[in-house]
């Protein structure tokens, strides 16, 4: 099982540009979380895809939107990049069903805008 | 809306030895989970023990345990016979109970601890 994987691992990017950031969830779950973690801050929820949809959605702005395929992949989409957007990007998959089970984080892509 | 502090920014301990990292939060919820997440320069978030509210029972992981005073809305993490592999940053986190391990997790801003040989 190769757990929650995130690509790419590391990206850099200018002012203004888009970025699309990937996540493939557990063997198992179905539900995609993403996270954004500032330096030296915890991470922050950004929104949450069930079933191809949005579930929940934090305090970020609609420059920030997502998706989930059909094999309960995710990617997070930025437009307009900011340099304030320079973080660590954590996805977390979990599986509705899983009562007294817990999300699984992957290694996070670390996102600069210069 | 829930909160969740973490008033030591850094720790330090001896290895082998015992260090209590704390953390207090706030939520006016009744059902609810709290954790400590461990975060090693590999960036994973790693979880390393979980306490239901309803719970009275402090979770025991091994070497790691919990002081979890409801009243008081305070969690703290207590590790004991520190080893070089626990220097990490950790994390205190909150999650509402209705929905399951589904629902978003608030951190709180993480303690840096450091290991000394």
């Known amino acids: 099982d190769a757990g929650v994987t995130q690509s790419p691992t590391h990206l850099i990017k200018t002012r203004g540009q888009q970025v699309t950031l990937r996540c493939s969830p557990k063997?198992?779950?179905?539900?995609v979380s993403w996270y954004q973690q500032a330096l030296g801050q915890g991470p922050q929820f950004i929104f949450q895809y069930y079933e191809e949809e949005e579930r929940q959605r934090g305090n970020f702005p609609d420059r920030f939107s997502g998706h989930q395929f059909p094999n309960y992949s995710s990617e997070l989409n930025v437009n307009a990049l900011l340099l304030g957007d320079s973080a660590l990007y954590l996805c977390a998959s979990s599986y509705t069903g899983g009562w007294g089970t817990e999300a699984f984080f992957g290694q996070g892509t670390r996102l600069t805008v210069v | 809306a829930q909160t969740v502090t973490q008033s030591q920014p850094e720790m330090s301990v001896q290895e082998a030895e015992t260090v209590t990292l704390s953390c207090t939060y706030d939520t006016s919820e009744s059902d609810y989970y709290l954790f400590w997440y461990k975060q090693p320069p590999s960036r994973q978030m790693i979880l390393v023990i979980r306490q239901e509210a309803y719970k009275q029972q402090n979770a025991t992981e091994n070497r790691f345990s919990v002081n979890f005073q409801k009243a008081a809305k305070s969690f703290s993490l207590k590790i004991s016979d520190s080893q070089l592999g626990d220097a990490a940053m950790y994390f205190c986190?909150?999650?509402?109970?209705?929905?399951?391990?589904?629902?978003?997790?608030?951190f709180g801003t993480g303690t840096l601890l450091a290991v000394q040989p």
């Open positions: 063997s198992g779950h179905d539900t």
């Open positions: 986190a909150y999650r509402s109970g209705g929905g399951g391990a589904t629902n978003k997790l608030i």
